[in-house]
């Protein structure tokens, strides 16, 4: 079935720093989501892009669909952007996602 | 806001015994899904569905069976839960205009 892997597993930051999430995927996606999930807590979805580069806030997501890859960008990491992103591939007609295993980010004073 | 509330939001059940796990949706969204968390993994589809009265399996769908009674509600039944059922429950439902998902807050199941 189709992979989503993520890398780093994990990312220690210094507030202020840059932070840069990979994700790689098996097959041909019709999309590429990210999310962010708190220890315990719900997911939220950051960005949805199916292609290109997508700008919200401090974070950028590139996705290269033929090259069956993206990338979340953090800007200036702050101490309550710690926490777990994940990206999710969506197949079967956008119907499904499938999620990598996460990038868990620790941002330190 | 979409809102999607899932009930309970822990369980501790007994192997062999019943689990029905519930969600509602104020979003008048068509698709919901059910994905399960184990730690230090992602999510991982059970099942989904695109219209009350319809489900369909998805990527881990044995053991597990699900319920749309209506757009609002999509329940996930384990008839005979097992230990390897123990794990963090998501339900969300998808916006029909972006394909944006809205989770609720999760279901810690653990099975005894």
């Known amino acids: 079935g189709q992979q989503v892997q993520q890398s780093p597993a994990s990312l220690v930051l210094q507030e202020g720093e840059n932070a840069e999430l990979q994700c790689n995927f098996s097959?041909?996606?019709?999309?590429l989501q990210w999310f962010y999930q708190r220890p315990g807590g719900s997911l939220v979805s950051l960005l949805s892009?199916?292609?290109g580069t997508k700008h919200t806030g401090r974070l950028t997501s590139t996705t290269v669909t033929k090259e069956r890859r993206g990338s979340l960008h953090i800007s200036s990491s702050q101490i309550t952007d710690s926490g777990t992103y994940l990206c999710?591939?969506?197949?079967?007609?956008?119907?499904?996602?499938?999620f990598g295993q996460g990038t868990v980010l620790s941002v330190i004073p | 806001e979409a809102a999607v509330t899932q009930s309970p939001r822990s369980k501790v059940a007994v192997t062999g015994g019943k689990v029905t796990l519930s969600c509602h949706q104020t979003?008048?969204?068509?698709?919901m899904y059910w994905y399960r968390q184990d730690t230090g993994h992602g999510l991982r589809l059970i099942h989904y569905?695109?219209?009350?009265?319809?489900?369909e399996k998805g990527d881990i769908p044995d053991g597990y069976k699900a319920s749309r009674p209506s757009q609002e509600n999509f329940s996930l039944i384990l008839e005979l839960a097992s230990l390897s059922q123990t794990a963090v429950y998501f339900c969300?439902?998808?916006?029909?205009?972006?394909?944006?998902?809205?989770f609720g807050h999760g279901t810690k199941l653990s099975v005894l």
């Open positions: 969300a439902s998808r916006d029909n205009s972006n394909e944006r998902l809205f």
């Open positions: 097959s041909t996606a019709t999309r």
């Open positions: 892009n199916p292609s």
């Open positions: 999710a591939m969506a197949t079967g007609g956008n119907n499904k996602l499938t």
């Open positions: 979003n008048n969204h068509d698709y």
């Open positions: 569905s695109y219209v009350a009265d319809s489900t």
